[in-house]
């Protein structure tokens, strides 16, 4: 595997001139947490991005100025944007990043094929390959229709050999988790570096009065499989409190049981108490890193999860939680009766400790550190 063109990376000047090219700005999830973070260390750099929908996003990133491919121009972009994905590449390349000392892609839409000048440093914070393209894509081939399923093949094949060709512009890579760095190595055939994102632990507290109703926090789309929590706890009959909306919710809604509760949001107050609150947190997608886990572990309640992605990375088994082995009711089934069995044994300061390996500073001192050799 190549380490990347080699350009000496401890040669910035004192004060780089730095941009950040963020895939797209259309709401506040982990990836825009992570921009949040990246401008805390580089207060000045400009952003760069597909669509940008300001009234979604943090003071934080509305403080900076904030440059637009030709994307955001099209019709219905701050919706539709993920139907442009085959111009996305033309796009990015017509972005001009001259002058710039440093040039940090944010990844997991596309964002890392920009042209960096030739003397500038560029860093690539993978979240992900694009799931698109490459683990997701027959899963969102079979989601559309008509023409686009048609399309889809022809227009994605393109996209592909462009990301894949595109990953030679990063000089390094750094990845979220090590399920990351290993789809990093699978699909563009480089080394990378771990740097998990940065989570606010220190806003989370364990408390004394822990109820017996279990917890699902996440967005209700097929992939982050709500809909196996629900059958598993209707088989159960144990309390379990859903939250999150999404495509999936009112077809959970007219399955779920009395002692299922789902509800479209919380706010931050009422999220942190029954982070602290529940017995254990359910968590069944197999995610690239998984901040809501580390969340509920800083809050000092086990977590439950599915024993795949980047979860493995934050959950320690037997100490913070359990993983079970197989993404099915029936697995989720044995997982909860072996959650039940260990309960007595789990230390809530312990969680809090493993929690605390994923406060933003190690996330600074991370990408302060991959800036050098």
Known sequence: MSGGPGLPLNLLPPNPRVAIVHYWFVGMRGGERVVERLLRLFPQADLFTHVYVPDKMSAIIRSRPVTTSFINRLPGAAKHYQKYLPLMPLALEQLDLRGYDLVISSESGPAKGVIAPPDAVHLCYCHSPMRYLWDHYHDYLSSTGGVSRLAIPWLFRGVRDWDVL???????????????????????????????????????????????????????TP????????????????????????????????????????????????LRAAYARCRALVFTAEEDFGIVPVEAMASGRPVLAYGRGGVRDSVVDGRSGLFFAEQTVAGLVAGVEAMERWLPHFDPAAAVADAARFAPEHFDAGIRAALVP
């Open 166 to 220: 595109s990953a030679a512009r990063v000089d390094r890579f750094v990845a979220n988790s090590t399920f990351i760095q290993k789809r990093i190595a699978r699909v563009w055939h480089r080394e990378s570096t771990v740097v998990h994102p940065p989570v606010e632990v220190d806003l989370f507290h364990p408390v004394a009065d822990v109820e017996p109703r279990y917890l699902w926090v996440g967005q209700m």
């Open 223 to 270: 992939y982050k499989r709500a809909d196996i929590a629900l059958d598993a706890f209707n088989e159960l009959g144990l309390p379990l409190l859903m939250v999150g909306d999404g495509s999936i919710q009112k077809e959970l809604r007219r399955r779920a049981k009395p002692n299922i509760t789902i509800v479209d949001r919380l706010d931050f107050a009422g």
